[in-house]
């Protein structure tokens, strides 16, 4: 079987996709070319156009369409609370799970200094505005129960500490070393609803 | 959360995937968007590359890029032996499972009269046209072992019949209803190395 050419690169780039080996690839490239050419083409104009138009919201760091995300921009969330997460895709787990209308803040990422991901990579100098604008009066922690999740909370939990807002930290009700990404719906909501003083 | 806009296109354009459901295309969407953007543009260009340029072989109807496939125009298969088969994914997992050196011819569907899938759509004329060309000695039968996977395979093994060609089926190795595809190497080439008199 031929290793080039375009049905081959396409099996290979299939493969960037998060869960998909190379069997599924190979059915994935079957299925497309043979009964849902329209939807292989809908899927490639959707990547260009949402690698073109999405970036990071200049407020919270979510991926959003344009300068601001629409949370940021709703006139009815309540401001005075922000919630720190890893990444966009907590902000869509919480968001559902939970009845949360505060704020959020997604520091793409977590403090690890062996790979170079300090303060400044994480954008906290932006959180930083944020708690000395004196609007915020609560953060809720809702980084990771990795080791690393937990020293950047530790982290925030400083700062916010510094500009005499209080903080607290999601309860634990996540398995220790769990990414929230994946915890069902209903314990997130309990662990978020159950946070501590931190 | 946006129901529109270039993240939800892209999130609902992921699942024409087979296998993708929501929760797939959503974390799919935030990984390439936030981790992997290279894998995202390349994906997107290896789409539109496969789309354009590949086809059905001329001669087997399997996809291909170009007139002909790399297995019709291989000096050293046996043209005497020709495997049908349903899909092109089929020609892989035989290829790949058993020893066949011979060639194939790809149906790209099975007999369904009630969907409208005839002897036209399956390109029978050009089956037909080769069992004339008197080099084909033996025709092995492996379509699946469906209710209409096995019509498709009598039809033809009359056309066979009728051009004087030897006809095989694949052994009942296989279970019954399954689909080829997805049965494991070990069991596919011991169906296709026991194959019987049709
Ligand atoms: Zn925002
Ligand atoms: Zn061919």
Do not use: W
Request: overall charge negative; charged content about 20%.
């Amino acid at each position: 079987m031929p290793k080039t050419g375009a049905l081959s690169q396409l099996m290979q780039a299939l493969r960037c996709l998060p869960g998909v080996g190379p069997k599924s690839a190979q059915r994935m490239t079957f299925h497309l070319l043979q009964r849902d050419r329209q939807g292989a083409r809908n899927l490639a104009e959707s990547l260009l156009a949402a690698l073109e138009k999405v970036g990071h919201c200049a407020l919270c760091r979510t991926l959003t369409e344009g300068e601001l995300c629409n949370i940021c921009t709703n006139p009815d969330r309540d401001k005075t609370q922000l919630c720190i997460v890893e990444t966009p895709a907590e902000v869509y787990a919480i968001s559902q799970a939970t009845g949360f209308k505060g704020l959020f803040f997604v520091l793409n990422g977590r403090l690890s200094p062996l790979d170079g991901i300090g303060p400044n990579e994480l954008r906290l100098d932006l959180l930083e505005q944020r708690l000395e604008s004196g609007d915020i009066k609560e953060i809720i922690l809702a980084t990771n129960t990795t080791v690393e999740g937990e020293a950047t909370a530790h982290y925030i939990g400083e700062m916010a500490k510094q500009n005499g807002v209080r903080t607290t930290r999601i309860a634990y009700g996540v398995p220790f070393g769990g990414e929230l990404e994946y915890v069902d719906g209903a314990t997130l909501a309990h662990a978020f609803n159950g946070r501590k003083e931190f």
